[in-house]
């Protein structure tokens, strides 16, 4: 495991694979998980793009982010796994979820 | 407007006691005069508080031709608002039920808060203000955990009905209840024919022999028991309890707590209680049932074990929705304290037959052969309030001042 994270920590970024297309981007340094799925060609919504509007709503099965949401989701659903795609950014390799 | 004299020619020729003319229960026009006059204009019971649990939850439903969504806000307050984009007018939440932390229409993802208020406008000009175009807001009450809305934009007065009401529901716990059970059942019949055969039970004891087990289906103007002697101890037993029986009631509501038939407890297959967990817990919930009402479209049932809401929603000319829903005590497991098929099962019954009932009133009252007929004074008195209610508000809905001012010009 540690093994995998060491190389998914590449200097192209931060490994993030997005399910259910199971396709992996790599976020690099400064870009957000959104930025670094359209730069990639993954179909992913969006609108404000500041963490309002809840469109680029996706949920994280494991890995961490840090976000800077502005009332997109409640508390709960961060909690629950919820993150907005374009105001977060990986610390370490996530596997997120689409849904 | 021509559909406005013949609705006022219409209204003139129903005779006193009597059904409505055939057009009132299939005709278009006076389908879209009722949304206007009545469903546009007058209180309606929507659901609980407990349907509502956390901010960001909501209900949404369409109200004649208009999609309304009641959510509660951040700070827990329940509100309401038309539930059609400021931008170019699309539905922002679909009909149903859902959580969101903010409303986002999902054409260009306009995005309101909780309170209504407009926070995110894409590729709008410099001048556009975001402060001018919030989500319209309708009137909600909440009275001891039962939602009422209006959508109008003067609401009929609700204090007289809250005053009423609060203190003889709040006893049922309605705030520390849960949803067990709800459903819509579709109904090929006119709102009116639906809510005619729902205020009375002259049909009742050929109709629904199971209701009959624990409701007092014996004919009374008002659905009460006619036996002074039960009524009196049941009285007793209620004012002991510091439970207010009623009944009282104005223009467009009615409340009353009657008891069930003798040694029945809960409406239910054997008069047995169905839910081991009471709301009211007094008595083993032998505490008869609290029935409210509203005009134009609902009824409700508050029984010692659970609670039981009917509410119609015209559809179309021929087509109505009942919307159904069952509440019991929160802390009652399901599988453990209840279960739903029986806990259903009663008014479920009852719906179904009550359906095939309007659907089969209506059936007739469309043939050639229709003549308005009488309604039973004894037995129908409810029926009779209601219809004379109707014709009351589409008079002074077709004769509002500005309509007149209209016909002049
Ligand atoms: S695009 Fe609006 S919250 Fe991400
Ligand atoms: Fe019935």
Redesign the pocket.
């Known amino acids: 495991m540690l093994q995998q994270s060491a190389a998914a920590h590449t200097e192209a970024g931060i490994s993030v694979r997005i399910l259910p297309y199971d396709v992996e981007v790599f976020v690099r340094p400064g870009e957000t998980i ?1 930025e670094a799925g359209l730069r990639c060609g993954v179909a992913l ?13 996706l949920h994280k099965l494991s890995g961490e982010v840090e976000m800077h ?2 009332g ?1 989701l409640f508390e709960d659903e961060v909690e629950d796994g919820d993150i ?4 977060s950014y990986p610390l370490t390799p996530l596997v997120l979820e689409w849904a | 407007m021509r559909r406005r004299h013949e609705l006022c020619d219409l209204l003139d020729e129903r005779r006193p006691g009597y059904s409505l003319p055939q057009p009132f229960y299939n005709d278009p026009d006076i389908y879209a005069l009722d949304i206007e006059g009545v469903f546009n204009a007058c209180w309606l019971m929507i659901g609980f508080s407990v349907e509502l649990p956390k901010p960001g939850n909501y209900l949404a439903m369409t109200i004649g031709r208009t999609p309304v969504v009641v959510i509660r806000d951040r700070a827990g307050a329940i509100r309401g608002f038309f539930n059609s984009c400021r931008h170019r007018g699309a539905q922002i939440c679909q009909d149903g039920t859902g959580r969101a932390a903010k409303l986002v229409c999902p054409y260009h ?1 306009w ?1 309101y808060g909780l309170d209504g208020r407009l926070l ?1 406008a894409g590729a709008m000009p410099e001048n556009f203000d975001a402060n001018d175009h919030p989500l319209r807001p309708i009137h909600v009450e909440v009275v001891a955990g039962a939602i009422y809305i209006c959508l109008a934009q003067t609401p009929p007065d609700f204090a007289p009905f809250r005053r009423a009401l609060e203190p003889m529901l709040a006893p049922h716990g309605f705030e520390n209840a849960k949803l067990a059970h709800q459903y819509v059942l579709v109904e090929k019949a006119n709102w009116k024919l639906v809510m005619e055969n729902g205020r009375e039970c002259y049909h009742c004891a050929a109709n629904h022999p199971e209701l009959g087990i624990s409701f007092p289906i014996g004919i009374s103007a008002n659905m009460s028991i006619e036996d002074d002697t039960r009524m009196r101890g049941y009285c007793q037993r209620m004012a002991a309890h510091g439970l207010e029986v009623g009944p009282t009631d104005g223009s467009w509501w009615q409340i009353a707590r009657f008891p069930l038939n003798e040694g029945m407890i809960s409406m239910s297959p054997d008069g047995a209680p169905l839910v081991k967990k009471p709301m009211l817990d007094l008595d083993g919930g032998d505490t008869g049932s609290l029935r409210f009402s509203i005009e134009p479209h609902n009824f409700c049932h508050a029984l010692g074990d659970y609670a039981f809401m009917f509410s119609v929603l015209p559809v179309g000319p021929e087509e109505t929705h009942v919307v159904a829903k069952w509440l019991v005590h929160e802390d009652a497991v399901e599988g453990v304290d209840y279960d739903v098929p029986s806990l259903i099962n009663t008014w479920d019954m009852t719906n179904r037959q009550d359906r095939d009932l309007a659907e089969n009133n209506q059936r007739g009252v469309n043939g050639l052969g229709y003549l308005p007929g009488p309604y039973s004074p004894k037995a129908e008195g409810l029926v009779l309030r209601f219809i004379d209610w109707y014709c009351e508000r589409m008079r002074a809905h077709i004769g509002a001042p500005s309509a007149r001012i209209a016909e002049v010009a």
């Open positions: 959104l919504a969006s609108s404000c793009r500041q963490g309002v509007c809840g469109t680029c709503r949401q502005n997109g907005l795609a374009c105001c | 993802q995005t995110h």
